[in-house]
């Protein structure tokens, strides 16, 4: 079974439409996160979360909201969307050392494809 | 801020070495990744070295980092066309107290038989 699962994989809406995008892992990591992929432009970060209680903008947030609902679960809504939020959305986690030292290794979903019409 | 940047595609023939390489901005990078992207997936991590470090190793893989220059490189030996992908670089660096990773824009790396 895959450690980082995203639900949907692929969604087709409409301009307005209200969206939630899910992340589940059993990886056990407490930090969790949402990007975006867009041609040439990499990812970007939208949100991240270290734990439950620390939720955090990340450099494209506008548009965007999370939900931690707990260690295992991080979802990403789009409150109405537009079609320039047609992307390749990743969720992500890591986890920090024994030592409190992190490779800050990140392990990826499978991602969910958005369409916004 | 942060920018890490790759050339966007790469082609080369089967059993050739390819090379991929990435600049960054950030000189206080901590760790240096090299992620790989296959159709379908989300990345995988390939490798990854510690930036007091100038080389490493693993298997068909060797990654060199120049801190002066801020360029990080990825050499495939051997390139095989199961190495067709996207491959991302990216860096680890202090900010505001925890270390954020910042990715490149990923090359596209074709493997012609």
């Known amino acids: 079974d895959a450690d980082v699962t995203q639900t949907p994989r692929n969604r087709i809406t409409k301009t307005g439409k209200r969206i939630m995008l899910e992340c589940s892992q059993t990886k056990g990591h407490d930090r969790m996160y949402w990007y975006r992929q867009d041609p040439g432009l990499g990812l970007r970060l939208i949100y991240y979360?270290?734990?439950?209680?620390?939720?955090n903008k990340g450099e494209i947030s506008d548009g965007y909201s999370v939900s931690r609902q707990a260690q295992a679960k991080f979802s990403l809504s789009l409150e109405s969307a537009i079609p320039n939020q047609t992307a390749l959305y990743f969720c992500?986690?890591?986890?920090?050392?024994?030592?409190?030292?992190?490779?800050?290794?990140?392990?990826f979903g499978p991602g969910t494809r958005l369409t916004v019409l | 801020g942060e920018d890490v940047e790759q050339s966007l595609f790469l082609s080369v023939r089967e059993g050739d070495s390819s090379v991929i390489n990435c600049t960054y901005t950030d000189s206080s990078s901590t760790y240096l990744y090299w992620y790989k992207q296959e159709p379908g997936a989300g990345l995988q991590l390939l490798t990854y070295i510690f930036s007091n470090m100038d080389m490493k190793q693993d298997q068909r893989l060797t990654v060199l980092l120049n801190k002066k220059d801020k360029h990080l490189s990825l050499r495939i030996a051997d390139t095989q066309t199961g190495d067709s992908a996207i491959y991302f670089c990216?860096?680890?660096?202090?900010?505001?107290?925890?270390?954020?990773?910042?990715f490149g824009t990923g090359t596209k790396l074709q493997v012609i038989p």
């Open positions: 979360s270290f734990d439950v209680k620390d939720i």
């Open positions: 992500a986690t890591s986890d920090i050392g024994g030592l409190g030292v992190s490779t800050d290794t990140q392990y």
């Open positions: 990216a860096e680890a660096a202090s900010s505001g107290g925890y270390q954020k990773v910042t």
